[in-house]
């Protein structure tokens, strides 16, 4: 059974910092490139950064490039989100996903994150 477990999220104030983490089981995680996006209210849920497989590779999202850290750790299965100098426009949900070509893709249930004095 395949599982995406986000944990982390909370509430923080303006110019803040927190790190959300995704635990997988029940597929090779290794061989998944992995995401997080988030999602506002009201909004569209878009991406936010990805990491390769083999973690080589990391895209951002303009708006948190040099803010936000995407790493992950294939012993442990889990990716990670490193949110530094956090705005009140980062409240969102989060959520981590999953996918490989030709393969299921997979989501998280999603983390809260507030960023509100």
């Known amino acids: 059974q395949v599982q995406l477990v986000e944990s982390g999220g909370g509430l923080v104030q303006p110019g803040g910092s927190l790190r959300l983490s995704c635990a997988a089981s029940?597929?090779?995680?290794?061989?998944?490139?992995m995401s997080w996006y988030r999602q506002a209210v009201g909004k569209e849920r878009e991406l936010v950064a990805g990491i390769s497989g083999p973690g080589l590779s990391k895209t951002y999202v303009d708006s948190v490039r040099g803010r936000f850290i995407i790493s992950r750790d294939n012993v442990k299965n889990t990716v990670y989100l490193q949110m530094s100098s956090l705005k009140p426009e980062d409240t969102a949900v989060y959520y981590c996903?999953?996918?490989?070509?030709?393969?299921?893709?997979?989501w998280g249930q999603g983390t809260q994150v507030t960023v509100s004095s």
């Open positions: 029940g597929f090779i995680f290794s061989r998944y490139s």
């Open positions: 996903y999953a996918q490989r070509e030709g393969y299921d893709s997979y």
